[in-house]
């Protein structure tokens, strides 16, 4: 299987927020104060598209403790999704989710960092890998990027951070496939470099209560919570509230992007 680098399989596309038409590798240019031009000739400045000041979210989810890092697993490809709605068609119970980055070290927070995040569909499905994903997840974990294998690009997306370090996204609670509790995939870009690969993850109580409604519930019962994963962290947990006909859920992510937290 064919894998390019990062950026390689990027198209010119409208952007929202005022960025133009433009793709996540441009979009990391941008960010790192190299020039860039969409395909209608205009210079573009990347701009953060958090709806509201999410900053009391984030209340008692500070931290300066580096954020364990783990694999991005079998399914990432770069989708070249810069949005914050990332649900398309996808059913299944609205979640905000709200993603504070900062430096380890300084506790300072990372402006103009690119935090992109994906996961699977209520069914257990990824995009861009659906058939492969029906296998149950069974690829290795050490994969390379994904080459993707259809067309699909639901519950995938792209932000710039703002002068707080935040960004927000419109997604799903995600669903689960075997061997895995319920989880949010997250990347975070500064400059040109992939300073942090992580996970996010959820109580159990409000699992069980949202997978035990539709459309989760067709799924069936899962075989792997939050205890019996490989991958799990309780710095991985997010802050989660009740909003509207959903949840929003807070976690701040300290990435180290000098290498100067030991």
Same mark, same amino acid.
């Given at each position: 299987?064919?894998?390019?680098?990062?950026? %390689?399989?990027?198209?010119?596309?409208?952007?929202?927020?005022?960025?133009?038409?433009? !793709?996540?590798?441009?979009?990391? $240019?941008?960010?790192? !104060?190299?020039?860039?031009?969409? &395909? *209608?000739?205009?210079?573009?400045?990347?701009?953060?598209?958090?709806? %509201?000041?999410?900053?009391?979210? +984030?209340? !008692?989810?500070?931290?300066?403790?580096? *954020?364990?890092?783990?694999?991005?697993?079998?399914?990432? +490809?770069?989708?070249?999704? /810069?949005?914050?709605?990332i649900?398309?068609?996808?059913?299944g119970?609205?979640?905000? /989710?709200?993603?504070?980055? %900062?430096?380890?070290? &300084?506790?300072? #927070?990372?402006?103009?960092?690119v935090?992109?995040?994906?996961?699977?569909?209520?069914?257990?499905?990824? &995009?861009?890998?659906?058939?492969m994903?029906r296998?149950? !997840?069974?690829?290795?974990?050490?994969? #390379?990027?994904?080459?993707? %294998?259809?067309?699909?690009?639901?519950?995938?997306?792209?932000q710039?951070?703002?002068?707080?370090?935040?960004?927000? +996204?419109t997604?799903?609670? #995600?669903?689960?496939?075997?061997g895995?509790?319920?989880?949010?995939?997250?990347?975070?870009?500064?400059?040109?470099?992939?300073?942090?690969t992580?996970?996010?993850?959820?109580?159990?109580?409000?699992?069980?209560?949202?997978?035990?409604?539709? #459309?989760?519930?067709?799924?069936?019962?899962?075989?792997?919570?939050?205890?019996?994963?490989?991958?799990?962290?309780d710095?991985?947990?997010?802050? /989660? *509230?009740p909003?509207?006909?959903?949840?929003?859920?807070?976690? /701040?992510? $300290?990435?180290?992007?000098?290498?100067?937290?030991?």
């Amino acid at each position: 299987m064919g894998h390019d680098h990062e950026g %390689q399989r990027v198209s010119r596309r409208r952007m929202i927020a005022g960025i133009g038409s433009l !793709g996540l590798g441009g979009l990391i $240019a941008a960010c790192t !104060g190299q020039p860039v031009t969409t &395909s *209608t000739g205009e210079s573009v400045t990347p701009q953060a598209t958090t709806a %509201q000041d999410l900053t009391s979210l +984030f209340d !008692g989810a500070n931290t300066c403790t580096l *954020t364990p890092a783990t694999t991005a697993g079998p399914y990432y +490809f770069d989708a070249d999704k /810069v949005r914050a709605d990332i649900r398309e068609d996808r059913e299944g119970v609205r979640l905000r /989710v709200a993603v504070k980055v %900062q430096d380890s070290g &300084s506790c300072r #927070p990372i402006k103009d960092a690119v935090v992109e995040i994906w996961h699977c569909d209520a069914g257990g499905l990824y &995009s861009g890998a659906e058939a492969m994903s029906r296998g149950g !997840g069974a690829l290795s974990a050490s994969s #390379p990027d994904l080459d993707p %294998q259809d067309d699909e690009r639901y519950l995938r997306g792209a932000q710039v951070t703002n002068a707080d370090g935040v960004v927000e +996204f419109t997604t799903i609670w #995600p669903g689960w496939y075997r061997g895995r509790c319920v989880h949010i995939h997250a990347m975070v870009h500064v400059s040109d470099a992939r300073v942090l690969t992580t996970q996010m993850m959820f109580d159990e109580a409000l699992n069980d209560r949202i997978l035990a409604g539709r #459309p989760y519930a067709a799924r069936g019962e899962r075989d792997t919570r939050n205890d019996g994963d490989g991958i799990f962290r309780d710095e991985m947990l997010m802050k /989660v *509230t009740p909003d509207g006909d959903g949840y929003v859920g807070a976690i /701040v992510l $300290a990435a180290d992007p000098d290498g100067d937290s030991g």
